[in-house]
């Protein structure tokens, strides 16, 4: 599923395409919203909140869309082939004279007033990646988890919005943690958090992932060169694949 560096990177492009202009085309391909009229309506701008996107509307709205496991939006010049966007995996069109953004496979869609997006988003924790990161908050929260292993409670988008299973792989290995180290005996968790920001931050800026435990299953170590393995993190049916150095982040004795 898509991270919050992605989202971040996605609510970019759909500014720059956007943001700013009428929409004379708008197709919401969607059961629940097959009838919505967006067109006349000029975007403000998308905001992305942990894996949610908010994109706003100047007549009070905002089309929340949530990518799941396969979803992208991409853009075209309006009036291009591609812009086109007739392919049945195409869920959202919105378009303006110069531009054609359109949603793929998109997971989740919602058209709702734009003083009710807490009804969407309300119930996750602060997202990491904002400008200003209310790390107490989150701490409150992480305190909560008690000793729910720690991979979880970073893949818990109710603590802190924004992180899957990429970065919480590549934040536990760069600190040496085991993941399934019960949350409240991590000796810093405010330090493993700026660890996994800076992480998504440098993939916003450079689309530079750190690319050194997850999905190296077998391959060896970067560090000591034992056999990377992978475990599981939450029960069935939510359950997430979790990569690790069997050596570099040791169970921790009892």
Known sequence: M???????????MLDRTLAGRALVRAELRWPTLAT???????VLGTRPYGKHLLTRLDDGRTLHTHLRMDGTWRSAP?????????SPQVRAVLANDTWTAFGRLLGMMD?????????????????????????EEILRRWSAAGPT???EVLL?????????????AESLFAERIWPWTPADQVTDPARL?????????RSVLADE??????????????????PIAVGQARRPPQERPIFYCPRCQRRPSP
Do not use: F, N, W
Request: glycine letters at 10%.
């Open 156 to 168: 818990d988008q109710r603590v802190a919005a924004g992180l899957g299973t990429i970065y919480t």
């Open 111 to 135: 058209l709702v007033p734009t003083r009710q997006e807490h009804t969407l988003v309300g119930h996750l924790g602060p997202d990491l990646l904002d400008d200003v990161v209310d790390v």
């Open 36 to 42: 919505a009229d967006l067109t006349g309506a000029t």
């Open 78 to 86: 309006t009036g291009s082939p591609r812009a086109a966007a007739r």
């Open 193 to 201: 958090l700026l660890v996994a920001r800076r992480q998504m931050q």
């Open 149 to 151: 292993p720690v991979a």
């Open 2 to 12: 898509p991270e919050g560096d992605v989202l971040r990177r996605t609510a970019g």
């Open 209 to 226: 992932r750190p690319e050194k435990v997850h999905a190296r299953l077998r391959r060896p170590c970067v560090r000591c060169g034992t």
